[in-house]
């Protein structure tokens, strides 16, 4: 049988593989292994956990923790709508309730939960030890859990967004929705995006950078693809929502008129940046779901996957197609045909994708011998249901019809078509798959598969009658439909099955309990799969691997590397250097390139994530000085963090295979960390488009009220605007010094470009709450302020380290990062000049 | 009729009632509502043959040409089918849009949560009413949707699509309805607590302008 | 690392023209406050950057690399779905009602 998983790639010429490591006794490496990885003991050893398994399982369990509430709040919606009078629920809680169920899905359960997986699995798959920056693994958990307690507090007091989970203004504006209830979604779920952007960055790195020696990025697994294209996604995706409430946030709380018509503000933009967000997101959630899909099927099959390159095509296609798809949630906003008809053509294209891959997923089954194990269940589960749910979102994707069925149940039952069937049945098989690596268990028989058919029963016989009560005109959102009886078998059947779907979930939550608590030791690679994951003892060890794989053993039978790699055949076997290590290699061809040492268990996670949470607590309340004076500790615990980077002790070129040394991360030439920061800037680069795009859309869409004309004293801004660019243009120049006094003249440039902004522009700003021009223009001077007093404070840290003699010949400290950093803020700053002048010339 | 044998066989309820999208009373919904038939005879075929590929799976394996897969089902067959009905849908958007053909406008000004409505008068003054529009039957009326508050939608199901009344813009929806008769409408986008109780009739009249405003409710009526 | 510059190509271009086409359609109806649409020469720009757009596609699709692999040919199937989609999503600007 495993022969047909094992064949060797396509003919071509293998790269050079490493030599072996001479054969260690198994035990004493993994002891010593285990002994660095650890985690610390007790409750405190969860706080100061850095490792990639703990918290990608607890990301995910969290996330199903908020499955299950998000869960119980749907079970009260449906309670509420079984009867036409439901006098269940008040209309306020109501409100709050469906907002809560919908946020509380989107944002606290299906993104997290995708993040664990991949946070989880993928240095398992790629054949490394952990993530590249495991404190922001940890920084990403805590700001996602903190958030979450926010939001979930906020509804045991009453004070729940109740806005719907998008959120439109003017609904969600301070006139409409006074009281916290928004702000506490606008910055929830804002601090709850930290952890989306911080594990896009990570997940970015870790694949292009961390794959096995030798796992060429064209032949890596497709979980891996798959990974990527959902972490470029989010890196370009989650901006724009980000930006959207940021700007929400200073209207609610400053009165910036970003969104008010009677000001020059446009209630559109905030539809358009949501939407820009909202329409990747469901993608960002199917394509890890789909990764998923693409492992199992073929082991499951015993055999390798149909059409491996027009698979990873597809995932391109879906990428880049799901950002021109936004304007099919505004087809009834009053947008012309023509424009209507871009959106719709590309939403109808982007199905092609889909279909490829679905239509190699069952070429697949056909190629091989499906078998009938409890993740093949979910699997027809899903494919069942995903391509009805597919089916009728092309349908929603044709003008005409979107614009009788838009906000109506219909859309309410194609979106859990899509998100279930898309997103929740691939989990399910993707969590009975990999149990097993988790617990160390096998599965107790029968209440698995009962839960699926349960859950498939109660989901359909929920939501299938549901197109229909939409197409019969039942609006979503409403309480109560008095004057409709022909909607209440409809909605009973919904309420019936839906309770029947809660109680399959119960059963599937006792399922896994039960292989937790009663299960029998699993034996080795449970499935026989071909990918690494399986190449380690059960349940998986903190480091995953005693030696890291290498070329020859990519592609074979999991059971036999394991061995190998256990007696430290592969790679850097072991800890000797008391360190967490892993090896870096090259984006294309996997090459190694160097050694990474990881920070170990820190608690300054936990620590910059609370007091993160200080500040959106006193924002909430509304103490905005207070707010101010709370970001000292921020920056302060940055600037520690950044500390917690440098080497400890003299640096040697580190042996990972006979005769094959290479340096440590400190003396590299690319590091993760300049990796990871280019992906930062990358989603920077997206807020900063969407603030331009903000400023376009007032400008020429807009049709509101001419703003009031601008006070501003020409000549003073001309000469700070001036003093900014030439500032920043010499920043420039300076960061690609190399010697102290560069870092001090670099310090000062930036420092001179701040102090004309605060002194010569920001005082002579017109008032930002008079017209959304002034204050997008008050925005932008803030977003630009921002960016100068980090460039500030990163050359200020070279300086720092020159001082402690961190730099040396081989040693470049952080002059990689402040370059990048100081490139990214001079052509932001020159080119919000220009945007503005621009804007000026053609108000 | 399509629709009555059609639920009779789903055993469902059937596709009437005041807000049925699929029981059309002009030809702007009766468009819309024979794209779904098409669509849902469409999606219904697709699903079959995709699962009866898929029940076909279980059996020997087989040798398989990838290509079929990947490019004659997912990239051929699928761009087919799907340019088809994206042609179908801008055919039909085209024809039931608005035009600049001096149709009837009836202005609709929403609020939290109700409708006030405009209409010129036999002498051309403007008419107000509350919660109940007037239009002629059997001619194309161009609705003018604002908004006063927050964004709404006007929807009458078994006459066009919705359209959002947004605040700060004018938004123009053109319905028309084959008989006199009064159609229920609603506010479709959530707008706050009195969302669900946001209804409004819309009264077609036979004759047009109606010689006493506001006219009588029962008139015309079938 | 370069070749995953040239699978990002096509797709990128077609995000390019859609921008641009979409942009220019948004910056000639905003003064136009009717259903009816566009002059004839409104019209014609757009379509003039939507045909360029799909004929900047010919240089690249000459131009692409392959590599070594089971995914090799992205960059060429990542120049052919910007081309379909550069073709299938901005062919409504020929005839659509416009404003």
């Not at chain 1, 940021?246 to 559109?268: I, Q, S, T």
Request: net charge neutral; proline share 7%; charged share 10%.
């Amino acid at each position: 049988m495993t022969d047909t998983t094992a064949s060797p790639s396509e003919a071509q010429a293998a790269p050079a593989d490493l030599p072996r490591n001479p054969p260690q006794r198994a035990l004493p490496l993994n002891r010593e292994l285990a002994g660095v990885w650890a985690n610390d003991r007790g409750i405190w050893g969860q706080i100061t956990s850095v490792s990639h398994t703990t918290l990608g399982l607890r990301f995910m369990a969290t996330a199903l923790v908020f499955f299950a509430i998000g869960g119980i709040l749907a079970m009260l919606i449906r309670a509420q709508l079984a009867t036409p009078d439901g006098a269940f629920l008040d209309t306020e809680l109501y409100n709050q309730i469906f907002t809560m169920h919908g946020s509380i899905m989107m944002f606290l359960f299906a993104i997290p939960m995708l993040e664990g997986l991949g946070i989880w699995l993928l240095p398992k798959m790629l054949g490394t030890r952990d993530m590249a920056f495991p404190r922001l693994t940890a920084l990403g958990y805590w700001c996602y859990l903190f958030g979450g307690l926010i939001m979930l507090t906020a509804l045991l007091f009453g004070v729940a967004p109740r806005d719907g989970w998008f959120m439109y203004t003017p609904l969600s504006s301070s006139a409409y929705s006074p009281g916290i209830n928004a702000d506490v979604w606008l910055l929830g779920v804002t601090f709850v995006e930290i952890s989306a952007v911080a594990a896009a960055v990570e997940i970015t790195v870790t694949i292009l950078r961390q794959r096995a020696p030798g796992m060429k990025l064209t032949e890596m697994p497709l979980f891996a693809w798959y990974m990527l294209g959902t972490s470029a996604m989010m890196l370009v995706g989650f901006p724009p929502l980000i930006a959207a409430s940021v700007l929400l946030e200073l209207e609610r709380a400053f009165d910036w008129p970003f969104f008010d018509p009677l000001r020059g503000g446009d209630p559109l933009l905030w539809q358009h940046l949501f939407w820009l967000f909202g329409h990747p997101e469901v993608y960002i959630i199917f394509l890890p779901a789909a990764g998923a899909l693409s492992t199992i099927i073929p082991v499951m099959c015993r055999t390798r996957i149909l059409g491996y390159g027009a698979i990873v095509a597809a995932v391109l296609g879906l990428v880049f197609l799901s950002f021109g798809l936004w304007v099919h949630h505004m087809f009834t906003v009053g947008i012309p045909h023509m424009a209507l008809a871009f959106f719709s053509a590309a939403s109808v294209l982007v199905a092609v994708p889909t279909a490829v891959q679905v239509f190699a997923w069952i070429g697949t089954m056909w190629k091989g011998r499906p078998e009938l194990h409890l993740p093949m269940y979910h699997i027809l589960g899903f494919f069942l249901t995903f391509v009805l749910g597919g089916l009728t979102g092309v349908m929603l994707a044709i003008v005409p019809f979107n614009w009788q069925a838009h906000d109506t149940a219909f859309v309410t039952a194609h979106l859990h078509y899509v998100l279930i069937g898309g997103f929740v049945f691939p989990m399910m098989a993707a969590i009975t798959y990999w149990m097993p690596l988790v617990t160390g268990k096998a599965r107790v028989r029968g209440v698995g598969e009962a839960a699926f058919w349960v859950i498939l029963i109660g989901f359909h016989g929920t939501f299938f009658v549901m197109h229909l009560t939409g197409l019969l005109g039942m609006p979503r959102r409403i309480d109560v439909y008095p004057d409709n009886p022909e909607w209440i078998w409809l909605n009973l059947t919904s309420s019936f099955f839906g309770f029947v779907m809660t109680i399959g979930f119960a059963m599937f939550a006792l399922d896994m309990l039960l292989q937790v608590t009663l299960g029998t030791r699993a034996r080795r690679d449970p499935w026989r799969a071909p990918t690494l994951d399986w190449a380690m003892p059960l349940p998986a060890p903190s480091f995953n691997f005693s030696s890291l794989p290498t070329a020859r053993h990519l592609d074979r039978p999991a059971s036999e590397v394991m061995l190998e790699l256990a007696c430290g055949d592969g790679a850097l076997p072991g800890a000797p250097r008391g360190q967490r290590e892993f090896l870096v290699t090259s984006v294309g061809a996997a090459r190694p390139d160097h050694v990474a040492h990881l920070p170990g268990n820190t608690s300054l996670p936990f620590a910059l994530s609370s007091s993160i949470g200080v500040f959106v607590l006193l924002v909430l309340w509304q103490l905005y000085l207070l707010a101010g004076m709370a970001l000292v500790p921020v920056a302060v615990l940055i600037w520690v963090w950044g500390r917690g980077l440098a080497p400890r002790g003299p640096l040697q070129p580190i042996e990972i295979a006979p005769g094959v040394t290479l340096p440590v991360h400190h003396q590299a030439r690319q590091s993760l960390g300049q990796s990871g920061l280019v992906a930062f800037l990358v989603a920077n680069a997206a807020l900063f488009a969407s603030v331009l795009f903000g400023l376009a859309f007032l400008s020429v869409v807009t049709q509101g009220p001419a703003p009031p004309p601008a006070m501003i004293d020409t000549s003073r801004i001309a000469w700070a605007t001036g003093l900014i660019a030439g500032a920043q243009l010499l920043g420039m120049a300076l960061s690609r010094g190399g010697a102290p006094v560069w870092a001090a003249l670099g310090l000062c440039a930036n420092a001179v470009a701040l102090i004309a902004l605060l002194a010569g522009i920001v005082p002579v700003l017109d008032d930002p709450t008079a017209h959304a021009r002034d204050a997008l223009r008050a925005a932008m001077a803030a977003y630009v302020g921002l960016h100068l007093l980090v460039a500030c404070g990163m050359a200020a840290f070279v300086l720092d380290q020159y001082r402690r003699g961190e730099i040396t010949e081989q040693i470049r400290g952080a002059w990689a990062p402040w370059r990048l950093w100081q490139d990214f803020t001079s052509i932001t700053t020159l080119v919000t000049i220009l945007a503005l002048i621009a804007q000026k010339g053609g108000a | 009729m399509r629709c009555r044998i059609l639920s009779a066989t789903l055993l469902l309820a059937g596709c009437g009632g005041p807000l049925s999208t699929l029981a059309p009373s002009g030809p702007v919904a009766a468009e819309i509502a024979w794209l779904w038939w098409a669509m849902l005879a469409g999606a219904g075929v697709i699903t079959l043959f995709v699962l009866g590929l898929l029940a076909l799976a279980f059996g020997r394996p087989r040798e398989t040409s990838t290509r079929r897969w990947t490019h004659g089902l997912g990239l051929w067959f699928s761009l087919g089918v799907l340019t088809l009905l994206l042609g179908a849908g801008l055919v039909v958007g085209e024809r039931i849009l608005p035009r600049d053909d001096g149709a009837v406008t009836v202005r609709a000004h929403a609020f939290q949560w109700g409708w006030s409505f405009t209409h010129e008068g036999a002498d051309g003054a403007p008419v107000e009413s509350a919660g109940l529009m007037h239009i002629p039957a059997g001619q194309p009326v161009d609705i003018l949707i604002t908004s006063e508050d927050v964004i709404h939608s006007f929807w009458v199901p078994r006459l066009a699509g919705k359209m959002d009344a947004i605040p700060g813009r004018t938004n123009r929806l053109r319905l028309i309805a084959d008989s006199p008769g009064v159609y229920a409408g609603l506010c479709a986008e959530f707008c706050g607590r009195g969302h669900a109780g946001m209804r409004f009739d819309v009264q077609a009249h036979a004759d047009w302008p109606p010689e006493n405003w506001p006219p009588e409710p029962e008139r015309g009526r079938q | 690392m370069k070749w995953l510059w040239w699978v990002l190509a096509g797709p990128t271009l077609w995000a390019v023209v859609f921008v641009a086409v979409y942009s220019a359609h948004g910056a000639v109806c905003a003064p136009i406050p009717g259903p009816e649409g566009l002059t004839t020469g409104a019209r014609l720009l757009l379509i003039g950057i939507w045909i360029l757009g799909v004929v900047a596609f010919w240089p690249l699709l000459r131009a692409v690399p392959t590599g070594t692999g089971r995914a090799a040919r992205l960059p060429r199937w990542g120049a052919w779905i910007g081309f379909f989609a550069t073709v299938f999503t901005l062919f409504p600007v020929v005839f659509t009602t416009s404003c």
